[in-house]
T-cell receptor, first 119, second 113 residues
Framework: AQKITQTQPGMFVQEKEAVTLDCTYD???????LFWYKQPSSGEMIFLIYQGSYDEQNATEGRYSLNFQKARKSANLVISASQLGDSAMYFC????????????????FGKGTHLIIQP | SAVISQKPSRDICQRGTSLTIQCQVD?????MFWYRQQPGQSLTLIAT?????????ESGFVIDKFPISRPNLTFSTLTVSNMSPEDSSIYLCSAGAGAYEQYFGPGTRLTVT
């Protein structure tokens, strides 16, 4: 069974500082995907970034980057130059396994980190 | 990326009744998923809905309580049956055409009184 662990229930960060949100995972699968989502108080789930288990390069999307360390089974999210609008819940998630045809199974989520950016 | 809509956005229901939630995707997708987010909690996968076959339910979720339909590649419904206050949650559908895609709808906020 897959498991995602996010050890930071809450974080306070000063505006414009970089933020690292921790995520470790456990799986016996060789092929899997790792996702990060942002959930503001409105409740929507906003996709941020994806990393495949066979991707050699760390994923980047604008101010977001994923620090993927496969041997340590960690997939930390880094937000550069934080903004007030980054205040939200952040969830790390994992696809349970990948089909050979390219599809993925449903996601297993961590408990989330509540990030608050202070001015 | 896929654009996903859900109806209703919220509802207040009496215990013992049922509610059907609709999920519409703006493009054809292979996989659709339903999740539950209980108050203050993370998301839990309820089931995977594949077109042309029975939904696959996760441990702790059963078809009699959460029947799912997937009549085509852009649409799915989730019914929450015989509701109790413990079913008060946000229900979200997601869809993805490929392994790296899992986009979510805006969610349905359900309150059971």
């Amino acid at each position: 069974a897959q498991k995602i662990t996010q050890t930071q229930p809450g974080m306070f960060v000063q505006e414009k500082e970089a933020v690292t949100l921790d995520c470790t995972y456990d799986t016996s699968d060789q092929s899997y995907g790792l996702f990060w989502y942002k959930q503001p108080s409105s409740g929507e789930m906003i996709f941020l970034i994806y990393q495949g288990s066979y991707d050699e390069q760390n994923a980047t999307e604008g101010r977001y980057s994923l620090n993927f360390q496969k041997a340590r089974k960690s997939a930390n999210l880094v937000i550069s130059a934080s903004q007030l609008g980054d205040s939200a819940m952040y969830f790390c998630a994992m696809s349970q396994f990948m089909y050979s045809g390219g599809g993925a199974d449903g996601l297993t989520f961590g408990k989330g980190t509540h990030l608050i950016i202070q001015p | 990326s896929a654009v996903i809509s859900q109806k209703p956005s919220r509802d207040i229901c009496q215990r013992g009744t049922s509610l059907t939630i609709q999920c519409q995707v703006d493009s054809q997708v292979t996989m659709m998923f339903w999740y539950r987010q209980q108050p203050g909690q993370s998301l839990t996968l309820i089931a995977t809905a594949n077109q042309g076959s029975e939904a696959t339910y996760e441990s702790g979720f059963v078809i009699d309580k959460f029947p799912i339909s997937r009549p085509n590649l852009t649409f799915s419904t989730l019914t929450v049956s015989n509701m109790s206050p413990e079913d008060s949650s946000i229900y979200l559908c997601s869809a993805g055409a490929g392994a790296y895609e899992q986009y979510f709808g805006p969610g349905t906020r359900l309150t059971v009184t």
